[in-house]
């Protein structure tokens, strides 16, 4: 054990207060969520308010051909500029944006955007060089050709512009599906850090040309907000705090433990830990300052409720940058950015609750199971913890969670056996009417009363879909299913 639990069963107040604290908090995240929502669609419905009441309306509608495309351009140039803006919101880490939605849907919405925004960026670059063609009498297949080397020559705002351009385009390649799985986290971490010098690139020929964004005091006031906003976000919460944090609370590795083959725990000591707000089920982007390991940072989840004296994470070998982390030695200096993530029992609202975890994803459930029992936050027998695996090997940290289950009076069920195509459990005799049962009927069989628990579910990600869709067939809503993917 990373800890000493003391044996202490959840009494009825304690769990009374805990769920009180849970619905409190999903009423916070729903205002909020509401108020972030709200500011967005208003943002943009803002920019296309401006640029219509300034003369866009009657260019689009009334206008030559010429100004009909030179203001589609314009219009679909601002558009991309305020979601991208919104981009980058999203992906800076603000707590508020973190509690809300979670990490992992924040970057997805990032992502969604991201579909949207380059091409309106593509729109407008071909709609603002087509209608200058068309403006300046260059007709045939080389116009565009000839007016876009008019413009790359007329100033050097105009090659940053195109530069940014560029910049967004090869990000947007770089976050395709199959673009991902071949490229190594640090190469598309290193890729996607180039949005932010595509916004800079972009910036000074808004100013200077896109008259649009200095049309009157409102629109300059407005857009210098938005900048202004966004960059401070960047800077304070990607680059500010996690230094201050790493400074303040100077981590360090205390020791390297084999869990299983192929599974190590790093625990880290440091200083005014009870002042960090991490909370369980949490994960953290970390830096180790050693040789092949400092150059970039790995979000790994806490594998032991945070306690005030040290942390831990328990990594499994998956032949990149983990396998490095079992040469650690003890003293090395640890950097990091976080907590994030909203995998926690903040938002619980149900006294049961139900723990999935397969293969790594048990670390955050692990210290999950362990925050309900040292806090008394469940009452004996409110919590089935259920762990899947391939193998008895693959079991790790197979002996606290076992502890932890008894010390608390809950269940932990351990379903080993090789994978089953279209399934998440093991392979079962249990059938009805001649057929298999389905996934759905097993889990309820397992879990008396499941659609009355709060469900956390963490694993790879197609095991986690499975898993999904057995819970909301057996009856528990999706506002109750939490999870936490760590794709990028």
């Given at each position: 054990m990373s800890t000493t639990i003391a044996p202490h069963r959840g009494t009825p107040?304690?769990?009374?207060?805990?769920?009180?604290?849970?619905?409190?908090?999903?009423?916070?995240?729903?205002?909020?969520?509401?108020?972030?929502?709200?500011?967005?669609?208003?943002?943009?419905?803002?920019v296309v308010t401006q640029f219509l009441l300034a003369g866009g309306s009657h260019d689009l509608v009334a206008g030559a051909s010429s100004t009909m495309l030179i203001a589609v351009g314009r219009l679909t140039g601002l558009v991309a500029m305020d979601l991208l803006l919104i981009q980058l919101l999203l992906a800076a880490r603000v707590p508020w944006v973190d509690r809300v939605y979670g990490m992992d849907r924040a970057l997805k919405a990032h992502r969604v955007l991201g579909r949207i925004t380059v091409p309106l960026v593509l729109v407008h670059v071909g709609a603002i060089i087509l209608g200058y063609a068309v403006r300046d009498a260059l007709h045939g297949p080389f116009g565009p050709v000839v007016e876009t080397f008019r413009l790359l020559t007329g100033g050097s705002?105009?090659?940053?512009?195109f530069g940014a351009t560029a910049l967004l385009v090869v990000v947007a390649v770089t976050s395709v599906s199959i673009a991902r799985r071949k490229a190594s986290y640090e190469w598309w971490h290193l890729v996607h850090l180039t949005s932010y010098a595509a916004v800079i690139l972009a910036v000074p020929h808004e100013l200077s040309m896109g008259s649009d964004f200095t049309a009157s005091a409102w629109a300059r006031t407005y857009w210098w907000t938005l900048f202004v906003l966004v960059a401070a976000s960047v800077v304070w919460w990607r680059l500010l705090v996690p230094v201050a944090r790493s400074l303040r609370h100077g981590l360090r590795v205390s020791d390297v433990v084999e869990e299983s083959p192929g599974v190590w725990s790093v625990r880290m000591t440091g200083r005014d830990l009870d002042r960090l707000p991490a909370r369980a089920g949490q994960y953290l982007n970390w830096r180790f300052l050693s040789p092949r390991l400092f150059a970039s940072a790995h979000p790994w989840s806490l594998s032991s409720a945070p306690d005030g004296r040290h942390l831990r994470i328990t990594v499994r070998d998956l032949g990149d940058h983990s396998s490095r982390l079992a040469g650690l030695r003890p003293g090395?200096?640890?950097?990091?950015e976080g907590p994030y993530g909203a995998f926690t029992s903040r938002g619980r609202v149900r006294r049961r609750v139900l723990l999935l975890a397969a293969g790594i994803g048990v670390t955050p459930v692990r210290s999950l199971l362990e925050e309900l029992v040292r806090h008394g936050h469940a009452g004996p027998g409110d919590v089935t913890v259920v762990y899947r695996a391939n193998t008895e090997a693959e079991l790790a940290l197979r002996d606290e969670l076992e502890h932890l289950a008894a010390v608390g009076g809950h269940r932990l069920l351990l379903l080993v056996g090789p994978p089953v195509q279209g399934s998440w459990l093991p392979a079962g005799s249990a059938r009805r009417n001649g057929e298999q049962s389905s996934d759905a009927r097993r889990l309820a069989g397992l879990v008396p009363d499941l659609a009355r628990h709060e469900a956390y579910v963490c694993g790879p990600g197609k095991w986690m879909d499975l898993v999904h869709h057995s819970l909301l067939e057996g009856g528990i809503p999706k506002t109750h299913i939490h999870d936490e993917r760590f794709s990028w």
């Amino acid at each position: 054990m990373s800890t000493t639990i003391a044996p202490h069963r959840g009494t009825p107040s304690r769990v009374r207060r805990a769920l009180r604290a849970g619905s409190d908090f999903r009423r916070w995240q729903a205002r909020t969520g509401d108020l972030l929502e709200t500011l967005a669609i208003a943002s943009l419905l803002a920019v296309v308010t401006q640029f219509l009441l300034a003369g866009g309306s009657h260019d689009l509608v009334a206008g030559a051909s010429s100004t009909m495309l030179i203001a589609v351009g314009r219009l679909t140039g601002l558009v991309a500029m305020d979601l991208l803006l919104i981009q980058l919101l999203l992906a800076a880490r603000v707590p508020w944006v973190d509690r809300v939605y979670g990490m992992d849907r924040a970057l997805k919405a990032h992502r969604v955007l991201g579909r949207i925004t380059v091409p309106l960026v593509l729109v407008h670059v071909g709609a603002i060089i087509l209608g200058y063609a068309v403006r300046d009498a260059l007709h045939g297949p080389f116009g565009p050709v000839v007016e876009t080397f008019r413009l790359l020559t007329g100033g050097s705002d105009l090659l940053f512009a195109f530069g940014a351009t560029a910049l967004l385009v090869v990000v947007a390649v770089t976050s395709v599906s199959i673009a991902r799985r071949k490229a190594s986290y640090e190469w598309w971490h290193l890729v996607h850090l180039t949005s932010y010098a595509a916004v800079i690139l972009a910036v000074p020929h808004e100013l200077s040309m896109g008259s649009d964004f200095t049309a009157s005091a409102w629109a300059r006031t407005y857009w210098w907000t938005l900048f202004v906003l966004v960059a401070a976000s960047v800077v304070w919460w990607r680059l500010l705090v996690p230094v201050a944090r790493s400074l303040r609370h100077g981590l360090r590795v205390s020791d390297v433990v084999e869990e299983s083959p192929g599974v190590w725990s790093v625990r880290m000591t440091g200083r005014d830990l009870d002042r960090l707000p991490a909370r369980a089920g949490q994960y953290l982007n970390w830096r180790f300052l050693s040789p092949r390991l400092f150059a970039s940072a790995h979000p790994w989840s806490l594998s032991s409720a945070p306690d005030g004296r040290h942390l831990r994470i328990t990594v499994r070998d998956l032949g990149d940058h983990s396998s490095r982390l079992a040469g650690l030695r003890p003293g090395t200096r640890v950097l990091f950015e976080g907590p994030y993530g909203a995998f926690t029992s903040r938002g619980r609202v149900r006294r049961r609750v139900l723990l999935l975890a397969a293969g790594i994803g048990v670390t955050p459930v692990r210290s999950l199971l362990e925050e309900l029992v040292r806090h008394g936050h469940a009452g004996p027998g409110d919590v089935t913890v259920v762990y899947r695996a391939n193998t008895e090997a693959e079991l790790a940290l197979r002996d606290e969670l076992e502890h932890l289950a008894a010390v608390g009076g809950h269940r932990l069920l351990l379903l080993v056996g090789p994978p089953v195509q279209g399934s998440w459990l093991p392979a079962g005799s249990a059938r009805r009417n001649g057929e298999q049962s389905s996934d759905a009927r097993r889990l309820a069989g397992l879990v008396p009363d499941l659609a009355r628990h709060e469900a956390y579910v963490c694993g790879p990600g197609k095991w986690m879909d499975l898993v999904h869709h057995s819970l909301l067939e057996g009856g528990i809503p999706k506002t109750h299913i939490h999870d936490e993917r760590f794709s990028w």
